[in-house]
């Protein structure tokens, strides 16, 4: 297992470095000049290219050196958990991940699992229930949700929940998971990715229950329940596994619009603050974060298979 984990990082940490260098050139090339950046608030023309104090200052930067030096230095420091200072406010880039992260993070894992809590079962109880109505229902509502996107769910909630049944205050801000007001924006962050587990689950269960080894199993006359949950439920989770990760990913990575709709103070919305300030170490932050994150979410999506599906540990063990 271990020597399988070693393998998977391996593979992907090419991958990382190089999403980072593409970010990196483009921050570089076409964020502008970080001392103008930095002293874009000050009246005087002494942060100007040219000025002698300009000069000294971007070399004590180390802004003058190529920019494979610099990023190579940028990888070193990283990787040393030191990620700069903020070009806006002269913050630790870290200090302000760190306060941001956690936030996103919860909001992500609570999401998953609302989706995985819900979706999975809608989706088995889908399959069971083949062209009947309650198969007809789930994936009518599945598709529903699916076709609207977030920026109009979010609204269409508030309005429903806060303003015209006012049931539940106006979310903004966060105070935790456990709360009301996190009720709406959970909602919103669970709602179309479930769609996608539900069909998921519902087609794994479909082929499942056309196995062999489960006509056997009902033809011994084992009750129904214990054949969908001792015998059939199990394969049927890794595919579902794997849609977990993706949509587990994808909450981490499109936090943007829901923070930004809510209030949120995550990762999102220091990545909208990079943007309207330049502030690319602040952006550079923010995308090394989420790519790590990415690439554990994979890893354990990764380990998860063979506990799931016995067979699979041969297929790791001669994995290389």
Same mark, same amino acid.
Not at 99 to 111: E, G, H, R
């Given at each position: ?15 990382? =470095? ?44 180390? =802004? ?74 789930? =994936? ?181």
């Amino acid at each position: 297992m271990i020597r399988f984990i070693l393998l998977r990082l391996l593979r992907w940490l090419p991958g990382v =470095l190089l999403l980072l260098l593409i970010v990196y050139a483009l921050m570089f090339y076409g964020g502008g000049d970080p001392i103008q950046i930095m002293f874009s608030r000050e009246a005087t023309d002494l942060f100007q290219p040219g000025n002698p104090r300009y000069e000294a200052l971007k070399d004590k930067m180390g =802004l003058n050196r190529p920019f494979l030096v610099q990023f190579g230095d940028y990888v070193w420091k990283a990787a040393q958990g030191d990620l700069g200072l903020s070009l806006a406010d002269g913050r630790p880039v870290m200090e302000s991940i760190s306060a941001a992260f956690p936030i996103t993070l919860s909001i992500a894992l609570a999401a998953t699992a609302i989706i995985a809590l819900v979706g999975i079962p809608l989706g088995v109880i889908a399959a069971l229930n083949q062209n009947h109505w309650p198969d007809n229902l789930i =994936l009518g509502g599945a598709l529903f949700f699916w076709g609207i996107p977030t920026f109009v769910i979010a609204p269409l909630l508030m309005v429903l929940l806060c303003l015209q049944f006012p049931i539940l205050p106006v979310p903004h801000g966060w105070t935790g998971v456990f709360t009301v007001n996190a009720i709406i924006p959970l909602t919103v962050a669970a709602i179309r990715p479930m769609a996608i587990v539900i069909r998921q689950a519902r087609s794994a269960v479909l082929d499942v229950l056309s196995e062999d080894y489960i006509r056997t199993a009902r033809a011994k006359g084992l009750p129904e329940w214990v054949t969908i949950t001792k015998h059939a439920l199990r394969p049927v989770l890794t595919p579902v596994v794997t849609q977990m990760g993706v949509v587990m990913t994808n909450l981490l990575a499109g936090s943007l619009l829901l923070e930004i709709v809510f209030g949120i103070p995550g990762i999102g919305r220091l990545i909208r603050d990079g943007i309207l300030n330049n502030d690319y170490s602040l952006l550079l932050g923010c995308v090394l974060v989420v790519l790590t994150m990415v690439t554990l979410t994979n890893l354990l999506v990764d380990i998860s298979y063979p506990l799931l599906d016995p067979r699979l540990k041969q297929a790791q063990r001669g994995d290389v």
